[in-house]
């Protein structure tokens, strides 16, 4: 791939990411707000909801996932180019590398790419969810005020007076998941109950910035990098690490995996290194994607609810690992909890590839134009 044609990839790639990644965030976000919000436990305190209440809320996090699209979408062009030209064969007279893309190289080439550009959304994923999570506890905020709901239901518990034997604030009150929990909180749910002759944990400084936030959630882009910096440091901007780096490699490896097969099962005459053509109808090619995008989705939903919990503002300090973080959803929530957000993230799956390619296209050609263009001259 010639510096030109690398270089008209890049300006493709990020203006068609940063299209795609804007149009189909209210999937992005469903998804991850479906993902958090427990409805068992909000019904059985009768708790109004915390849905997005405007179309601007709905794309509350866009920011976010907008600018790591654009930098994960660079390093998967670079990424992707050099292990394509890394994985060369000599199969000519005069020893010259010779590009052999089989579905094999590309699988193994889609893999790294998405390695790489996983180092880079992840601290982004990281601002997006606090995003999110600050969104949906100021509207549950705002509308458990409106149905008179008198107790904190970020914690600060209102009920609890006098000298009465110690029980956990979940059994007495609603508590949000989108809200920083205190100390004493983390203990009861750890089982680390006071006893009736101990005071219960005292306020840290860091619990007492917790309650800050709690009260006042920020929206802005800026503004959540600052929180996220005040209450988790430079390592809140690398939570669920691993569980990302998995997800994206095996979004990549079962995307090209499924592709493939049902492609060679459509066409089995179809040469293997004419990857990603052939002659398909326009039905059979939306069948192919179609497949290959349930597919990722089943494969890899559990890994991605396992990073929203990971990520979230309370990941960290309720759970150790990605094992551990499945382990407790499954025997808290049951095992459809690892499923959740599937749709809509089906949704935003199926919808960006064809839109990518769209767009991607469309901004090709304009630039392939453009750089053929001389600026400051005349012909005479």
């Known amino acids: 791939m010639s510096s030109d044609t690398l270089l008209t990839a890049l300006v493709s790639g990020v203006l068609s990411a940063a299209t795609t990644a804007t149009i189909t965030y209210p999937f992005d976000s469903i998804k991850t707000q479906q993902q958090i919000t427990n409805d068992a436990y909000m019904k059985k305190w009768h708790i109004p909801g915390n849905y997005p209440s405007s ?59 998405g390695f ?124 669920g690490s691993f569980v990302t780096l998995t997800r994206q490699v095996g979004n990549s490896v079962v995307w090209f995996w499924t592709y493939s ?23 059979q090619s939306l069948a192919i994607h179609f497949t290959a995008t349930s597919a990722v989705i089943l494969a890899t939903q559990p890994l991605d609810v396992v990073k929203t919990h990971m990520q979230s503002k309370n990941g960290k300090r309720l759970y150790r690992d990605s094992l551990f973080t499945a382990y407790k959803l499954f025997t808290k929530q049951g095992p459809r909890s690892l499923y959740k957000g599937s749709l809509p993230r089906w949704c935003k799956v199926l919808v960006s590839g064809g839109l990518t390619a769209g767009v991607y296209s469309y901004v090709e050609r304009f630039v392939s134009m453009a750089g053929q263009k001389s600026p400051f001259t005349t012909e005479g």
């Not at 005020?145 to 604030?169: A, F, L, Q």
Request: charged fraction near 15%; aromatic fraction near 10%.
């Open 261 to 283: 097969a049902v492609r060679q099962l459509l066409d089995p005459q179809a040469k293997s290194d004419a990857w990603l053509s052939g002659s398909h109808s326009m039905l």
């Open 116 to 239: 790489f550009e996983s180092l880079w959304i992840i601290p982004f994923e990281n601002i997006k969810i606090l995003m999110i999570q600050n969104m949906s506890l100021a509207n549950e905020l705002k509308r458990c005020k409106e149905h008179g709901i008198t107790y904190d239901i970020t914690g600060k518990d209102t009920t609890s007076h006098g000298h009465r034997p110690p029980s956990s604030i979940f059994t007495r009150q609603y508590v949000s998941p989108n809200a920083y929990y205190t100390t004493g909180i983390i203990e009861q749910i750890k089982g680390k109950m006071p006893s009736k002759f101990t005071s219960p944990s005292q306020l840290t400084a860091a619990d007492t910035l917790r309650i800050q936030y709690n009260h006042s959630p920020t929206h802005t882009f800026l503004g959540s990098i600052k929180e996220l910096y005040a209450t988790k440091g430079l390592p809140g901007f690398a939570s």
């Open 55 to 113: 179309l601007a809320q709905l794309f509350r996090g866009c920011s976010a996932s907008v600018v790591g699209s654009m930098m994960k979408t660079s390093t998967r062009i670079i990424t992707y180019n050099w292990a394509c030209q890394f994985m060369t064969v000599y199969h000519d007279n005069a020893g010259a590398h010779k590009l052999k893309p089989t579905s094999s190289r590309v699988v193994v080439a889609g893999a790294i790419a």
